[in-house]
């Protein structure tokens, strides 16, 4: 089973700060995902990537697939409190396409 | 369009208790899962069906843990008995189907099981 890390565990900045998140995996991903979930409810997919090097933007929020398919980062500019939430990186893939979520980036946004 | 609806959202039992979770998934969609998320972790894979058939249960703790879906459509989540370290946010989740490689899970709001 792989195991995706993600990193930091914690963290909590102030409104208008940048900030990074990283997802790093024991082997290749066959195609990454990134969620946002807000406490009481579900996660909510926000992007995904499948080539090395690939880079998505969102608004504020750009997400980045690293050449060799093990590792991925979210950074979000200028941070504002409604980006406050549990970040997760998910693996899809296999047959059924599987979703394998990581161990999740906790944000605070304090105002 | 409606999204996943799961019910209760909150419920509170007893150790060795039995507890039945509930999800309707989104129209149509014929792949439905449901995940365990304990607090402050990321939500692990218990079951995944595809119409009424089962794909993935190498998660599932059989022993106390069963799910159906009956007809294809409406799920539901099976703890018997329940134990401390069941304590967690039940989440289901919907699909369109594998064959679409980008087709995207949408979740519901989830159960959340205390076991005292």
């Known amino acids: 089973t792989q195991l995706l890390e993600q990193s930091p565990q914690f963290l909590s900045i102030q409104e208008g700060e940048n900030l990074t998140v990283y997802c790093n995996s024991s082997?290749?991903?066959?195609?990454l995902q990134w969620y946002r979930q807000e406490p009481g409810e579900g996660p909510v997919l926000l992007v995904t990537?499948?080539?090395?090097?690939e880079v998505k933007k969102l608004k504020r929020l750009t997400f980045q697939f690293g050449d060799a398919r093990k590792d991925s980062s979210l950074h979000i500019t200028a941070a504002q409190p409604g980006d406050t939430g549990l970040y997760l990186c998910a693996e899809k893939g296999g047959g059924y396409q599987k979703v394998t979520f990581g161990t999740g980036t906790k944000l605070q946004v304090i105002p | 369009e409606a999204g996943v609806a799961q019910s209760p959202r909150y419920k509170i039992i007893e150790k060795r208790q039995s507890v039945a979770f509930w999800c309707n998934p989104i129209?149509?969609?014929?792949?439905l899962y449901w995940y365990q998320q304990i607090l402050g972790q990321g939500p692990k894979l218990l079951i995944q069906?595809?119409?009424?058939?089962?794909?993935?249960d190498s998660q599932l703790p059989k022993d106390r843990f069963s799910a159906e879906r009956l007809k294809g459509v409406d799920s539901t989540l099976k703890i018997q008995p329940a134990k401390l370290e069941d304590s967690a946010v039940y989440l289901c989740?919907?699909?369109?189907?594998?064959?679409?490689?980008?087709?995207?899970?949408?979740f519901g709001p989830g159960t959340r099981l205390t076991v005292l």
């Open positions: 129209s149509g969609h014929a792949t």
């Open positions: 990537v499948v080539t090395g090097g």
């Open positions: 989740a919907s699909s369109l189907g594998r064959q679409r490689f980008y087709n995207e899970q949408f």
């Open positions: 082997s290749v991903f066959s195609s």
């Open positions: 069906f595809q119409n009424n058939g089962v794909v993935d």
